[in-house]
């Protein structure tokens, strides 16, 4: 999936949304996540550079992935 152009975010993980005025924070590793999205890198290659720059198994980035996702759809932050 793919996060809505008009989606600011800044590099300590802070996301605004202009079309309904909400914010939203978030951790560093949310803040390098919205950047890979936003620079238009797939799902796969996202979670394979994760894979590869952190101790992390494949099935808790998975789960962690999939709540990333959900969190993001629920805040109307992601094209579907």
């Given at each position: 999936?793919?996060?809505?152009?008009?989606?600011?975010?800044?590099e300590?993980?802070?996301?605004?949304?202009?079309a309904?005025?909400?914010?939203?924070?978030?951790?560093?590793?949310?803040?390098?996540?919205?950047?890979?999205m936003k620079?238009?890198?797939?799902?796969?290659?996202?979670?394979?550079?994760?894979?590869?720059?952190?101790?992390?198994?494949?099935?808790?980035?998975?789960?962690?992935?999939?709540?990333?996702?959900?969190?993001?759809?629920?805040?109307?932050?992601?094209?579907?």
């Open positions: 999936m793919k996060l809505k152009s008009n989606i600011a975010t800044s300590n993980g802070f996301i605004f949304n202009p309904t005025g909400d914010s939203f924070s978030g951790n560093n590793m949310a803040a390098q996540l919205l950047e890979a620079s238009g890198k797939t799902d796969a290659e996202i979670r394979q550079e994760i894979l590869n720059r952190f101790d992390v198994s494949e099935n808790q980035f998975d789960r962690d992935w999939d709540n990333w996702m959900l969190q993001l759809k629920e805040a109307n932050l992601l094209e579907i």
